[in-house]
């Protein structure tokens, strides 16, 4: 089929206007996003634009009129709440759900009792619906699954051919698909958050709904109180995550990925390959390029998509809306605290790896020096290490560590005595301390039972012989004393069987383990 491209000239208006009537599809901008339309009272025709769009046959069309007086026909009654917000919005990105006439088809309804009906703020698509001189059903121009289209080249690039006609009327302002609230239910329920916000809705007609769908996904085994929420939406090619986490916790986060894209706000420094999304604190700039934004990801090529969270506030509640669902509802929660453990015996080179962490953006907590300050700045906690392990361990009140090392280290039960005073201080002070993104470097994670705090584990490793010419040089003492440090520890094989990864440290790279353990985690 040749598609005609449609100027907004009065004689372009006529032509599209004499399709739709005659049964043909015409796709035309709207104030949201850009309609795929036909006679909604003509089934056959309506049937053609699941086809086009490649649409499940049960989610149903909105119905377009040009008219807030044209609604009577379409509906069973106007109560008084449908009446206070056509009165209040309409013209307006808003579409209301009431019981439906017989005049209504099953497939418009996609087999439900009930129609949406819209009034568009949008000039020229209230001109079609009058040059057609009949409501028009319309969907979004895209093809079933992706991103709405918010400008006419992207319609052309999903409808070219199998529809009749696209109106390019430029950009559509607010880029988003209208909110969408049923009157059919109890109390009022918004189904699809847009730009007319549930304040603005409650100002007018008191308390609404928003259904729970809207910020979290479907239940499997839930009823949608809207077929289009069950669908998969908006989705780009590329693997879309969302990042929850503040502008400069983000912006290290994401400059540290390799083959991966930021979706991020204008005002986001950010070093890897971008696509923005309107400004921060400005949810309308993000309803407006957020679709258009996914569309360029995938033009780009993009494989793997970083998104940076959008408010729920006003009318980001729409934006979030889409994009979580752009995201298959995956989020990375940054501000939630959770450590990654690092631990090794000693030798092993795990103060490089952590080194190595702290560079790519990693909160890095150190144990050795919160054991320290906590020597320092605990009388309490000497004391009663003073009645346990005898009072010449305090010098003036101030810690001799080597001589507590001594008395502590001199059995196992001593070392377990001395561990069960002062590790649980160390953790909870390790965890007082933790900012999103931490890694607990702790040489005694596993015997300060610290496993439980970690979300995940990584050991260093190296062979005996490296680790104890790396303790002799390090510490300056003989192979001996050497190897009895490492004999005081647990073996490497408890390490390894009891961690999530292992970073090998004999001369291997290190970047490139550190860099595919962090792809995994995170
Ligand atoms: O802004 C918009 O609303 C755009 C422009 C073109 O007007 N249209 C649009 O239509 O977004 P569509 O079909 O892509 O999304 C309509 C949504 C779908 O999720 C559908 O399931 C829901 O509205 N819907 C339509 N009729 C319904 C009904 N009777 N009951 C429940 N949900 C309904
Ligand atoms: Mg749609």
Do not use: W
């Not at 088809?105 to 009930?114: A, P």
């Not at 949406?116 to 040059?131: F, H, K, T």
């Not at 009388?379 to 090392?405: H, S, W």
Request: aromatic fraction near 6%.
């Amino acid at each position: 089929m040749q598609t005609k491209i449609l100027s907004t000239s009065e004689y372009d208006i006529r032509l599209a206007g004499k399709i739709l009537a005659k049964g043909g599809l015409v796709a035309f901008p709207t104030e949201t996003v850009y309609g795929l339309g036909a006679n909604a009272l003509d089934e056959e025709a309506v049937k053609h634009i699941y086809i086009a769009k490649g649409r499940p046959s049960d989610n149903p069309l909105i119905v377009h009129i040009s008219d807030k007086a044209d609604i009577a026909p379409l509906v069973k009654e106007i109560t008084p709440k449908a009446q206070a917000l056509f009165d209040a919005f309409f013209p307006a990105p808003l579409t209301v759900i009431l019981p439906k006439s017989e005049k209504v088809g099953s497939i418009v309804s996609g087999g439900l009792d009930t129609v949406a009906v819209r009034v568009p703020e949008n000039e020229i698509a209230r001109r079609l619906i009058q040059a057609a001189g009949c409501p028009i059903a319309a969907p979004s121009a895209n093809t079933s699954g992706l991103p709405s289209p918010t400008k006419a080249k992207y319609v052309i690039d999903d409808m070219r051919g199998k529809i009749d006609a696209i109106i390019d009327g430029g950009d559509c302002t607010f880029g988003v698909e209208s909110t969408v609230i049923t009157l059919a239910t109890q109390t009022p329920t918004i189904l699809r958050p847009g730009a007319i916000t549930k304040e603005m809705i409650e100002n007018v007609i008191g308390r609404v709904n928003v259904a729970r769908a809207v910020l979290e996904g479907m239940k499997n085994n839930e009823t949608a109180a809207s077929p289009g929420m069950k669908y998969k939406h908006y989705a780009p090619k590329a693997k879309v995550v969302i990042v929850n986490a503040d502008k400069q916790m983000y912006e290290n986060f994401v400059n540290s990925k390799k083959n991966a894209f930021a979706l991020c706000f204008e005002n986001d420094n950010i070093t890897i390959p971008k696509v923005t999304f309107g400004r921060e604190n400005d949810d309308l700039s993000q309803a407006k390029e957020l679709f258009d934004a996914l569309r360029k990801l995938d033009e780009m090529g993009a494989k793997k998509v970083y998104a940076r969270i959008p408010s729920t506030n006003g009318v980001g509640m729409a934006v979030y809306n889409r994009l979580i669902r752009a995201a298959a509802f995956k989020i990375i929660d940054l501000k939630k605290p959770f450590f990654i453990g690092l631990t090794g015996q000693t030798g092993a080179g795990k103060g490089y790896v952590s080194r190595q962490l702290e560079k790519l953006g990693f909160n890095i907590i150190d144990s050795d020096k919160i054991v320290k300050k906590i020597y320092e700045n605990n009388p309490e906690l000497l004391q009663r290490l003073a009645k346990e392990f005898g009072n010449d361990i305090l010098i003036e009140g101030i810690l001799d560590r080597k001589t507590l090392a001594r008395r502590a280290f001199s059995s196992k039960e001593n070392t377990e005595k001395l561990n069960q005073i002062v590790h649980p201080k160390v953790i909870s002070l390790c965890e007082r301390e933790a900012k999103p993104l931490a890694v607990l470097d702790a040489p005694q994670l596993f015997e300060a039972n610290a496993q439980s705090k970690c979300y995940k584990i990584i050991s260093v490793a190296a062979s005996y012989e490296t680790r104890l010419k790396r303790i002799m040089q390090r510490d300056n003492i003989t192979m001996q004393q050497a190897e009895r440090r490492i004999h005081a520890q647990l073996d490497e094989s408890y390490y390894i069987n009891h961690s999530d990864f292992v970073i090998y440290n004999n001369g291997e790279d290190i970047k490139t383990q550190i860099d595919k353990i962090m792809e995994e985690i995170l």
